[in-house]
Nanobody, 127 residues
Framework: EVQLVESGGGLVQAGGSLKLSCSAS????????IGWFRQVPGERREGVSY????????YHVDSVKGRFMISSDNAKKTVYLQMNSLKVEDTAVYYC????????????????????WGTGTLVTVSS
């Protein structure tokens, strides 16, 4: 059974940093892409950052490029999201999720493609 557990959320002032962790179990880490998403109540869940741990390739959406960094420790089956220069608009519940890679190694950024999700960790950025 796929299990994902997020941690590291909290309250931080604008301009500060937080590092989120997503601890994974129950699947072959190398066969999946992992994404970080966020959601504000009443709004759509949006993708933030993605990684294919087997290839080490990453992608960040424009709103977080240069501020957020996704990485993985494959031995620990853990994915991290280092968030720097946080803004008030980064306030949200952050989720990690997994998607099985296609045979070619391709995966898709849409949340609907991700099949298992953690329960989320709240990040609050104050002004």
């Amino acid at each position: 059974e796929v299990q994902l557990v997020e941690s590291g959320g909290g309250l931080v002032q604008a301009g500060g940093s937080l590092k989120l962790s997503c601890s994974a179990s129950g699947f072959n880490f190398d066969d999946y892409a992992i994404g970080w998403f966020r959601q504000v109540p009443g709004e759509r869940r949006e993708g933030v950052s993605y990684i294919s741990p087997s290839e080490g390739s990453t992608y960040h959406v424009d709103s977080v490029k240069g501020r957020f960094m996704i990485s993985s420790d494959n031995a620990k089956k853990t994915v991290y999201l280092q968030m720097n220069s946080l803004k008030v608009e980064d306030t949200a519940v952050y989720y990690c999720a997994v998607q099985k890679l296609e045979e070619s190694g391709v995966y898709y950024y849409s949340p609907v493609r991700f099949t298992s999700w953690g329960t989320g960790t709240l990040v609050t950025v104050s002004s």
